[in-house]
T-cell receptor
């Protein structure tokens, strides 16, 4: 399968704990995006990378959130000191420049 | 601010009953309009990209059209397997960021 993959698919954590998610994009894609989706809403943009450079972050991305794409391939999204309001589906997508974005299956985060 | 509004929020159809889903947008400059399908608990699946008013694209029972203010997703003779949430998103021309701004989605249920 050559689509976008995300790991883990589900994560349950207690408030205050740190969590890290991983995204592996389609291999030839140079752009990688993170979105967050809550129930009944469309995905909301968080941040994106072109190769290893993080080019934009949404104001939704508080200082508890950090994302990396160290070698321009896979990316990680870390949330520190999780809050119940962080519970959501975290989606990763990739594209070749600004052409169509293809999404992964998402990581469902539940903060207790 | 860029806005995407989808209507209706939910649509229930009988198998074979054709209908249309609406996506209205207000953006500073449209680079592209995207339609995705999302099944429960999964990531969005790419359907279509439309770039200019008057453009149309088709795939099986689905046909997407675009005007300067809105897009329609026409579903002809739907089947129960077409039941899903359909998301519309816009990509703007300003800057290098190719992020997508999504609507809330339309939940389609097709009864056999």
């Amino acid at each position: 399968d050559t689509g976008v993959s995300q790991d883990p698919r589900h994560k349950i954590t207690k408030r205050g704990q740190n969590v890290t998610f991983r995204c592996d994009p389609i291999s030839e894609h140079n752009r990688l995006y993170w979105y967050r989706q809550t129930l009944g809403q469309g995905p909301e943009f968080l941040t994106y990378f072109q190769n290893e450079a993080q080019l934009e972050k949404s104001r939704l991305l508080s200082d508890r959130f950090s994302a990396e794409r160290p070698k321009g391939s896979f990316s990680t999204l870390e949330i520190q000191r999780t809050e119940q309001g962080d519970s959501a589906m975290y989606l990763c997508a990739s594209s070749f420049y600004s052409i169509e974005q293809f999404f992964g299956p998402g990581t469902r985060l539940t903060v207790l | 601010e860029d806005q995407v509004t989808q209507s209706p929020e939910a649509l229930r159809l009988q198998e074979g009953e054709s209908s249309s889903l609406n996506c209205s947008y207000t953006v500073s400059g449209l680079r592209g309009l995207f339609w995705y399908r999302q099944d429960p608990g999964k990531g969005p699946e790419f359907l279509f990209t439309l770039y200019s008013a008057g453009e149309e694209k088709e795939k099986e029972r689905l046909k997407a059209t675009l005007t300067k203010k809105e897009s329609f997703l026409h579903i002809t003779a739907p089947k129960p397997e077409d039941s899903a949430t359909y998301l519309c998103a816009v990509q703007i021309t300003t800057g290098a960021n190719s992020k997508l701004t999504f609507g809330k989605g339309i939940t389609l249920s097709v009864r056999p």
